[in-house]
């Protein structure tokens, strides 16, 4: 707790310096202007960068011997975020989008201390562009969710957690398009089961809604109605279970028009994404990188005319 700031004014002051994350201002380049008809025609570059279970890790682990020794850490994942976004691409800037797949909060004292406010600063100066809601991010309670929330400069996604009669009404939204050179990349959220793993009084009237029906329809609307080349699902239903509970896995063998699925909730280390098929026989990507911050996923995608023609991705350690 010593090495802790004692002082929370002094803390966030930091916060808005290089001194807790470096200076992360992404670069911004001048491009020449493209028609919409030049756009779809062209090859387009992407690349997904992604976190989950972060877990209030703003600093590296102690250099204690233990294995996750001196990994991670928001100082670093910030240079690294701001090495692949100043890379290039056939001579500019790479296309470059950063997601989170729920509980940033709860796991060391500066969420005991601050409630989840440092860690969203630190995920504002390194310029998330969405994320989605997870278990332990109701710890503070939901009154505490929109305190903290509220601060976000990202939009918090999630499709399947209906807050109508709570505090949060409003405050999250259930997809978003993002556009990328011309190809159009739909983004929904889902959230795992309140009921038996969020205290009833954290999490109050939100309902909970199917994820496979809730992805199904959305997923349709995101290709046909908003015509997305892309369609990625923020999750934090956990990766796979040997019981019957809905997870990653499963969403993606039973729904249609999802391409990505970036997952959490399990803390599953995969070195690089994996696929299951969909209703239709097509493969769906599904990838997680742990807990604590201390790997940053990647997935690079090239598009032609709106249709991915190559994708790779890899999970890099946070050091």
């Given at each position: 707790?010593?090495?802790?700031v004692?002082?929370r004014?002094?803390?966030?002051?930091?916060?808005?310096?290089?001194?807790?994350?470096?200076s992360?201002?992404?670069?911004?380049?001048?491009?020449?202007?493209?028609t919409?008809?030049?756009?779809?025609?062209?090859?387009?570059?992407l690349?997904?960068?992604?976190?989950n279970?972060v877990?209030?890790r703003?600093?590296?682990?102690?250099?204690?011997?233990?294995?996750?020794?001196?990994?991670?850490?928001?100082?670093?994942?910030?240079?690294?975020?701001?090495?692949?976004?100043q890379?290039?691409v056939?001579?500019?800037?790479?296309?470059?989008?950063?997601?989170?797949?729920g509980?940033i909060?709860?796991?060391?004292?500066?969420?005991?201390?601050y409630?989840?406010?440092?860690?969203?600063?630190?995920?504002n100066?390194l310029?998330?562009?969405?994320?989605t809601?997870?278990?332990?991010?109701f710890?503070g309670?939901?009154?505490?969710?929109?305190?903290?929330?509220?601060?976000?400069s990202f939009?918090l996604?999630?499709?399947?957690?209906d807050f109508k009669?709570?505090?949060m009404?409003?405050?999250?939204m259930?997809?978003?398009?993002?556009?990328?050179?011309?190809?159009?990349?739909?983004?929904?959220?889902?959230?795992?089961?309140p009921?038996?793993?969020?205290?009833?009084?954290?999490?109050?009237?939100?309902k909970?809604?199917d994820?496979?029906?809730?992805?199904?329809?959305?997923?349709a609307?995101?290709?046909?109605?908003?015509?997305c080349?892309?369609?990625?699902?923020?999750?934090?239903?956990?990766?796979?279970?040997?019981?019957?509970?809905v997870?990653?896995?499963?969403?993606?063998a039973?729904?249609r028009?999802?391409?990505?699925?970036i997952?959490?909730h399990?803390?599953?280390f995969?070195?690089?994404?994996?696929?299951?098929?969909?209703?239709?026989?097509?493969?769906?990507w599904?990838?997680q990188?742990?807990?604590?911050?201390?790997?940053?996923?990647?997935i690079?995608l090239?598009?032609?005319?709106?249709?991915?023609?190559?994708?790779?991705g890899k999970?890099?350690e946070?050091?």
């Amino acid at each position: 707790m010593d090495a802790l700031v004692s002082n929370r004014r002094q803390f966030l002051k930091l916060l808005g310096t290089t001194a807790v994350i470096g200076s992360v201002a992404p670069t911004v380049l001048a491009r020449p202007a493209l028609t919409s008809s030049t756009v779809r025609n062209k090859l387009t570059s992407l690349t997904i960068l992604h976190t989950n279970d972060v877990h209030s890790r703003l600093d590296p682990f102690p250099m204690d011997g233990s294995r996750n020794a001196g990994k991670g850490g928001v100082a670093r994942r910030a240079t690294l975020v701001r090495q692949i976004r100043q890379e290039q691409v056939d001579g500019r800037p790479r296309n470059v989008l950063l997601f989170d797949a729920g509980d940033i909060f709860q796991g060391t004292p500066y969420f005991n201390l601050y409630k989840g406010e440092p860690e969203i600063l630190a995920m504002n100066r390194l310029g998330y562009d969405a994320g989605t809601i997870g278990n332990h991010d109701f710890d503070g309670g939901i009154d505490n969710m929109v305190t903290q929330f509220g601060k976000a400069s990202f939009p918090l996604i999630i499709a399947n957690y209906d807050f109508k009669n709570t505090v949060m009404d409003g405050r999250t939204m259930p997809y978003k398009v993002f556009d990328k050179d011309g190809v159009r990349i739909g983004v929904f959220g889902l959230g795992i089961k309140p009921e038996g793993l969020i205290p009833r009084d954290a999490y109050k009237e939100t309902k909970y809604l199917d994820p496979i029906e809730i992805s199904s329809d959305i997923a349709a609307k995101l290709r046909s109605d908003k015509k997305c080349d892309y369609v990625i699902c923020l999750s934090h239903l956990g990766f796979k279970y040997n019981e019957p509970t809905v997870s990653d896995n499963v969403l993606a063998a039973k729904t249609r028009n999802i391409d990505l699925i970036i997952g959490g909730h399990t803390h599953t280390f995969l070195d690089a994404p994996v696929a299951v098929n969909n209703l239709d026989g097509q493969p769906v990507w599904i990838n997680q990188v742990g807990f604590a911050g201390i790997n940053l996923g990647r997935i690079d995608l090239a598009f032609e005319q709106g249709k991915t023609i190559s994708s790779a991705g890899k999970s890099v350690e946070v050091k």
